[in-house]
């Protein structure tokens, strides 16, 4: 958001000003001000006139000044009512030399999630995808996926839904999926270049419109949400993890579902069946197995039945 309009509205949000008022705290003219509301309006902020002055009466349902209006993250947010792949945005981006910037849609066209499979993204739902640079080498970027299975988790539960994290990086609710994640990167061995990490949550979707028969909605689970507040869930939470990476995999393993469980896990030299016991860095699920304990870093895991 522009900066001095993001002034204006930090500024009505303690209360009513007037235009000279406004002029005067952030040292332009009168017809600034004028034309900074103007443009807010446009954006969907509804600021009304009134004999206090400018006084700001609600906020858009949903966009990029939406998302970004009391944001406690240090991101950037694009929006999107369609777009082909929020993820290939973010390449794109990374490409032009950009960071911390989320990029947003209301539906996605050509949306794909883990092992090239096919994501559903209609209108309704939050997709979304975020550029980062963070300094870690590539093969801690795990740690990244990880941090933002919590941060998604975390949003999905502001709903009043209680949901748990299948290793890696499902979100599942009743053992049902309601967000994926997908990370891609380019870097060299000892340093990531640019990250994106792309999340997809069944927001306010109908489950007659997704692919996967055990897929879920947070419209099926709890009625419709507040997706702006989510998002900002969301990103607020991935900030604070990502800045504060000793605390990831502790915060992954208090939202998981799949330690303690009985798994069978595909990875590319074959089944692994046992119980997962534990996580280590920077995401590896470690597996007793009848044969011993497995280290398990890449693989597609399913939740079984107790024998």
């Known amino acids: 958001m522009q900066a001095t309009r993001a002034q204006i509205l930090d500024a009505l949000s303690d209360g009513p000003r007037t235009g000279p008022k406004l002029a005067e705290e952030l040292d332009i003219t009168r017809a600034?001000?004028?034309?900074?509301?103007?443009?807010?309006?446009?954006d969907g902020f509804e600021v009304?006139?009134?004999?206090a002055g400018y006084e700001l009466e609600a906020v858009p349902d949903?966009?990029?000044s939406a998302v970004e209006f009391g944001l406690d993250a240090p991101y950037e947010v694009e929006y999107h009512d369609s777009i082909d792949s929020t993820n290939r945005r973010g390449r794109e981006?990374?490409?032009?030399?950009?960071?911390?910037i989320v990029v947003l849609a209301d539906e996605q066209t050509g949306g794909r999630g883990r092992l090239k499979r096919e994501w559903s993204s209609p209108s309704g739902g939050i997709w979304l995808s975020l550029l980062l640079r963070p300094t870690m080498p590539t093969t801690h970027a795990p740690l990244v996926t990880m941090a933002a299975a919590v941060?998604?988790?975390?949003?999905?539960?502001?709903?009043?839904?209680?949901?748990?994290?299948?290793?890696?990086?499902d979100v599942l609710v009743d053992g049902k999926k309601v967000s994926g994640i997908l990370t891609e990167m380019e870097g060299e061995a000892d340093r990531i270049s640019w990250l994106v990490v792309g999340i997809g949550i069944n927001a306010n979707v109908d489950i007659e419109s997704?692919?996967?028969?055990?897929a879920?909605?947070?419209?099926?689970?709890?009625g419709d949400v507040d997706r702006r507040e989510v998002v900002q869930t969301l990103l607020e939470s991935m900030s604070e993890l990502v800045a504060d990476r000793d605390r990831i995999l502790s915060a992954w393993r208090a939202r998981s579902g799949t330690l303690g469980r009985r798994v069978s896990v595909e990875t590319p030299n074959g089944e692994i069946v046992g119980e997962a016991v534990d996580v280590e860095s920077p995401g590896a699920l470690l597996v007793d197995t009848a044969d011993g304990r497995e280290r398990v870093t890449v693989g597609d895991c399913e939740h079984l039945r107790p024998e």
């Open 32 to 42: 600034a001000v004028w034309k900074h509301i103007e443009a807010l309006r446009e």
């Open 48 to 51: 009304v006139s009134n004999a």
């Open 62 to 64: 949903y966009g990029a």
């Open 93 to 100: 981006l990374a490409g032009d030399g950009r960071e911390d």
């Open 151 to 169: 941060a998604t988790a975390e949003a999905v539960a502001s709903t009043g839904v209680e949901p748990e994290i299948k290793w890696p990086n």
């Open 210 to 214: 997704l692919p996967e028969d055990r």
């Open 216 to 222: 879920t909605s947070l419209r099926e689970l709890c």
